[in-house]
């Protein structure tokens, strides 16, 4: 940078687009040809880094396939084979489609893959790919299957929102779309929603909590950290005896880069990740506690706290639900041990199925006496069996 003149020579920057004629500047006893730093519009260099990290990115998906280059790779969808019909649900990155292809019920995540220039379409970008780079290589009954993605094209036809037109319309921007199995069951907190005046039986939460502890157990065991581990996130089949875990949108490779950032969801967000420390797949087994909780009482955690609020007591007091008195020794001590302040004396998830497979689920099997109901359990606020 020339300190008279505040320039640089333009050699330095290239012949990038993002570097308009205006900055340009002739100067000098040789009419040498510069740059003002000062002119150049940063956010639309920073945008088309951006769209060309992502474009080798794919070159790079590409060149190691064995495929020939003209062939889908071996996540890529083939467009022709996908249907989009009505619109499920609508998330921070995306919009989710239920759809059909090759004649399988599916999921569709479509991403607004935009024009240059805007903040929002990088991040789709990025969630994009790290997605698909997690979710590709994910193979167990206990986690939704992954069928395919496509990155950036234009020739998805969506459904108009009113249920009186007919057509399709075009997709505004190109997009990226992210294809899974469609499950017919709905999401966990539909389920827990539906049995808030009577929870549910003691044998299914720990069904259910098996299948979340065994799919996490093999999500870890890949060095794989989900970071958004919660009730809408998880996945019904359609005679909802299964769960799948779902969306893996800030899921991360452990060790492939430092964790750090509150990333996921607050009421579920371990105490390391709030306050923006480094950390690791623990964050994971933190929000099974909560989720285990919510599981077990059909309730929201934290209920009464703004989410303003909920950082403060998790973080400086230590608040966590109170486990009802009628809760089982185990599951309570469970929960206890993986909602720990400190990550270290947390289990790990295969330790956590294997103290759920040693719970017996008959009645009244490891039950906390109740001594001032007379009826049962009333500490939903409601009384059981009469």
Not at 120 to 137: D, G, L, S
Not at 295 to 324: E, F, Q, W
Request: charged share 25%; hydrophobic share 35%; with cysteine.
């Amino acid at each position: 940078m020339d300190s008279a003149g505040g320039r640089a020579r333009s050699r330095s920057f290239g012949a990038s687009a993002a570097v308009d004629a205006a900055v340009f500047v002739r100067a000098g006893p040789d009419n040498e040809e510069y740059v003002r730093a000062d002119r150049i519009d940063l956010k639309t260099l920073d945008a088309q880094m951006e769209k060309k990290r992502s474009t080798v990115w794919l070159e790079r998906q590409r060149s190691a396939s064995p495929r020939p280059s003209a062939a889908l790779l071996e996540w890529e969808i083939d467009l022709a084979k996908l249907d989009i019909h009505n619109q499920i649900a609508q998330g921070t990155f995306g919009i989710v489609y239920r759809g059909t292809y090759d004649g399988h019920d599916v999921a569709v995540k479509v991403l607004d893959w935009g024009e240059d220039g805007h903040e929002r379409t990088m991040k789709h970008r990025e969630a994009f790919e790290k997605e698909v780079a997690v979710w590709q290589k994910l193979d167990h009954p206990n986690v939704t299957k992954f069928v395919g993605a496509s990155m950036g094209t234009s020739q998805l036809k969506i459904p108009k929102k009113s249920s009186g037109s007919s057509g399709d319309h075009d997709v505004p921007n190109s997009c990226c779309v992210v294809v899974v199995e469609f499950q017919h069951g709905g999401t966990l907190k539909t389920l827990l929603y539906n049995h808030r005046d009577k929870k549910l039986p003691y044998k299914k939460v720990v069904h259910l909590a098996l299948d979340l502890a065994r799919g996490l157990s093999y999500l870890h065991a890949r060095r794989t950290v989900h970071r958004d581990v919660k009730a809408e996130n998880m996945l019904l089949d359609r005679r909802q005896r299964t769960l799948k875990i779902a969306d893996f949108g800030v899921a991360r490779v452990e060790a492939a880069s430092e964790m750090t950032g509150q990333t996921g969801t607050l009421g579920y967000m371990a105490p390391e990740v709030l306050q923006g420390h480094s950390y690791d797949h623990k964050c994971d087994v933190y929000s099974f506690g909560i989720l285990l909780w919510e599981t077990y009482c059909c309730a929201m955690a934290y209920p009464n706290y703004s989410l303003v609020d909920i950082s403060y007591h998790v973080v400086k007091l230590g608040i966590r639900p109170d486990i009802p008195r009628c809760c089982p020794r185990a599951l309570a001590e469970i929960m206890a041990r993986c909602w720990d302040a400190n990550p270290e004396n947390r289990p790990e998830m295969s330790e956590v199925v294997t103290l759920l497979e040693r719970i017996d689920t008959s009645s009244g099997k490891g039950m906390t006496p109740v001594e001032d109901v007379a009826h049962g359990c009333s500490c939903f606020g409601f009384p059981r069996g009469g």
